[in-house]
């Protein structure tokens, strides 16, 4: 079997889309609170859960929307629950870190780490109850320094449970970068517990979707949990109004709220070392500089396979965004009703 | 009826349910070991050993209720909770809520407490109110046998979370496991009535949140659970030779409470002393008070809790759990209150 590529874009330009929709929708204020998105994660989300099948679970982070709608979760119902409609998918009680979708077996969770236990909980229900489905549990780089996730690896690993531990990593967790932050290489680390392990380039979707067909392959046929390192960026940082993205998007409105305490930091007396004082300014200024990388459009996984197909056939990708974008529009005003336009 | 001890009547209640549904399995540390008779009549598949992973096979357990299986999920101690707790706290109790009531978690954490066996306290805790603080558990802490296996079948027909306390001094097998070490030569103060008693030919359920007076009484009620509930009774003996009458009433349940058993009752005797063997501040104790004065019940009130980290020392460890002296003495204090 081989991938299609027109489907895996499709997927990935709806949950962009609907994204966007949410962000401006989010900026508007009619959503409140954090808002995490997953945009430049489709190209995980899409080459594995364009494989799964029905039965399979997913055990899902704070940043669960792309998953949701790629599995086909009604995408107004979605922006409803955001809105904290009593018409939303968990009549606007969950929110967007607590989403379920009972039929699809598919919970999230805000509490990093907490996926772990939870495929391993579904995956022993497919082991038991419905062999040869499995459970899917996406977390980032930062979960994989929490307790939670490495006792769940042992238990998926001694259990033999039919799980896929997807890590997504974007190399900065929350806002502090991956590598002061997670010891070791991932890979050797999944490969330490007894997991068949995979790593691939997020960005390039046709790249997971042969990785996850091996990964998933493996654990559907009884032979356990296997882990999948995906490479990715976060194209709006960790969430909606992130702090470092901010300094380098409205340098004014950060200067005012962030700079001029640190500004103040490094006069006020009592404290570090002058040397070490400027150090920190040092690093402050490093990250401004390195979360740039998390917006660069070579990691799209979007712009990379919207090149290829509009090689192909570009009529046929024309049509295909023009009808995702109808289609969007279409949910987001149903969505919206009375609260407003859509545009 | 048959008699049967507290240990017994918990694995025969869950053994029933085991045989008429095959989606019950049991979980946890040792549980092939700690419950033999069940994991030689289900097989490995359904009696599984866990790693020493509470935060893992807890939470797994959270959703494996949720995707079709009835798991009960067993933390050795309560004390072990501590590092498992995100399971309880942030998943299965908010789960209806946030899912706005279309998804439940019917799972059963099964869990030992309580001391008197001189282990200290990293391993005698109650913490029954600190879990019952949360919204969405049920907590059920019986004190007798027949309790014990009806409750536990409840528990399991609830189809909502559900923490299943046993107390370990009345729990033979985990007092010997812990405590006693196949030993002659150490004595513990056991409550007999806990320990073994009376249970139905086939177990029914018990409803959970219903309590029960054990004793009647006239001038106080004591209100407790678990092994509490046999000092108050040791205590109210005491108590009628020098003519108070006191009334006991066992909650079985701090989640869901019976506030109307307890307004009942102090209604009744106008005198409300509370026997925990869980911490003192911000708990079960007060929350009795609370719950009756929002009745607007007007009583005099005293409780007799424990107030510091249990120490190792066993004359030190009788003092700071209650003890039937401390019941007597702060029973004795509200009498000269006149009501």
Known sequence: MSPDPWKLYGLMYKSRKFEEAVRRIWKEGKISGEMHLGMGEEGIAAGILSQLVEGDALALDHRGTPPLIMRGVDASSLLREFMGKPDGLCGGMGGHMHLFAPDLLAASSGIVGAVGPAGAGFALAAQMLRPGTVAIAF?????????????????????????VFVCKDNDWSISTPADTAVGGNLLARAQAFGMKAWEVDGADVLAVWSAAQEALQHARTGNGPVFLWAHCVHLEGHFLGDGLLDMTRRPMYSFRKRAWPMMRGLFRRGGASPGER?????????????????????????????????????????????????EVRQCVAVALGSEGRES | MKTMSFSDAIDDALGQA?????????????????????????????????????????????????????????IMLVDFMAVAVDALLNH???????????????VVVRTTCGGGYGDGGQHEQSLWGWLAHIPGLSVVVPSTPADAGGLMLAALELGSPVVFMEHKLISSVWLDFLGTGGRDT???????????????????????????????????????????????????ALLE??????????????????????CEQVAHTQRLLVVDEDYEGFGLSGELAAVALEAGLSFKYGRVCTQTTIPYAR?????????????????????????
């Open chain 2, 186 to 236: 150490v004595a513990y103060d056991i409550p007999a009535e806990g320990t073994r008693g009376m249970v139905p030919d086939a177990w029914e359920p018990i409803p959970i949140g219903k309590a029960i007076l054990r004793r009647k009484g006239s001038d106080i009620t004591i209100a407790s659970l678990g092994v509490g509930v046999h000092r108050a009774l040791e205590a109210a």
């Open chain 1, 139 to 163: 977390f980032g780089e930062g979960t994989t320094s929490a307790g939670m996730l490495m006792e769940a690896m042992n238990l998926a690993v001694v259990w033999k449970l039919p799980m």
């Open chain 2, 92 to 106: 299965a109790a908010k789960l209806e809520t946030f899912s706005g009531g279309s998804w439940q978690a019917p």
């Open chain 2, 18 to 74: 085991m045989a008429g549904d095959a989606r019950i399995i049991l979980m946890g540390e040792d549980v092939q070991g700690m419950h033999g008779g069940l994991f030689v009549r289900f097989g490995r598949g359904r009696v599984r050993n866990t790693p020493i992973s509470e935060a893992a096979f807890l939470g797994a357990a959270v959703t494996a209720s949720m995707a079709g299986l009835r798991p009960v999920a067993e």
């Open chain 2, 241 to 262: 030779g020098k003519g108070i009458s006191t009334g006991v009433l066992d909650l079985r349940s701090v989640s869901p409470l019976d506030k109307e058993a307890l």
């Open chain 2, 315 to 339: 004359d030190l460890e009788d003092e700071t759990l209650p003890n039937v002296r401390r019941i007597v003495e702060a029973s004795e204090q509200l009498i000269l209150h006149p009501v």
């Open chain 1, 278 to 326: 400027m150090a920190s300014m040092r690093q402050i200024a490093s990250q401004v500089i390195a979360i740039q990388n998390q917006t660069s459009r070579q990691k799209d996984p979007l712009v990379r396979t919207r090149q290829v197909l509009a090689r192909k056939d570009p009529g046929r990708l024309t049509q295909l965004e023009a009808d995702i974008q109808l």
